[in-house]
C-alpha cells in the first residue's frame, strides 16, 4: 500500500509528527497484511462431537490469527470464539452446545471446539454427522509487539 497521505493523528498529537505511534492511521503503514488464509473441516458425529484440531505454521513470529467457523452446509460464517451460533440435530428433549475457540502458538494455532447435545448434565453428540469450516487468516504482524 502506497502512502496516500492520509493520517489520522491521536487525541493530543500533531498532524505533522513523524513517530507513527502518534497516529490511530497513516498510509504509510498498512494496518494489516494477509499473510496466508488455511482451511480446515472439522466432523461432528455421535461418538466425536468434541476435540483439538492443531494448525501448524511455519513463520518465525507468533502471527495475528482471525479465526470465522461456519456449519458447511450453509452460509453464515461467525469470527470465533463463537458459541450457539448454529443449529446441530439433536432430539427433542437435548439443547444444543456449539462452540469453538483457537489459541496461538510459535509454531501452530490450535481449534478447541465443541458441537453436542446436552440435558441435564448428560452430553452426547448430534443425532446426525455436523460439518464445519474454519478459515483461518495469518496477518504479518507480531503478537505483543508495539505497531509498526
Not at 490511530?24 to 497484511?33: D, G, S, V
Not at 479465526?67 to 446441530?88: E, H, L, Q
Not at 448428560?122 to 503478537?143: N, S
Amino acid at each position: 500500500m502506497a502512502d496516500r497521505g492520509i493520517k489520522f493523528a491521536k487525541n493530543g498529537k500533531t498532524i505533522n509528527s513523524t513517530n507513527p505511534d502518534d497516529y490511530n492511521f497513516w498510509t504509510k503503514y498498512p494496518p494489516l497484511n494477509l499473510l496466508e488464509k488455511k482451511t480446515v473441516t472439522i466432523t461432528s458425529t455421535s461418538t466425536t462431537f468434541s476435540g483439538t484440531k492443531v494448525v501448524s505454521h511455519d513463520y518465525d513470529f507468533i502471527p495475528m490469527v482471525l479465526g470465522t467457523v461456519k456449519k458447511t452446509s450453509n452460509d453464515n460464517r461467525y469470527f470465533m470464539p463463537a458459541s450457539y451460533f448454529s443449529s446441530i440435530s439433536c432430539d427433542r428433549e437435548f439443547f444444543e452446545i456449539v462452540t469453538f475457540n483457537f489459541a496461538v502458538f510459535d509454531s501452530k494455532v490450535e481449534i478447541y471446539w465443541n458441537a453436542s447435545c446436552a440435558i441435564q448434565g448428560y452430553e452426547e453428540g448430534p443425532m446426525f454427522d455436523e460439518e464445519f469450516t474454519i478459515e483461518l487468516y495469518f496477518y504479518l504482524r507480531e503478537l505483543g509487539k508495539k505497531f509498526p
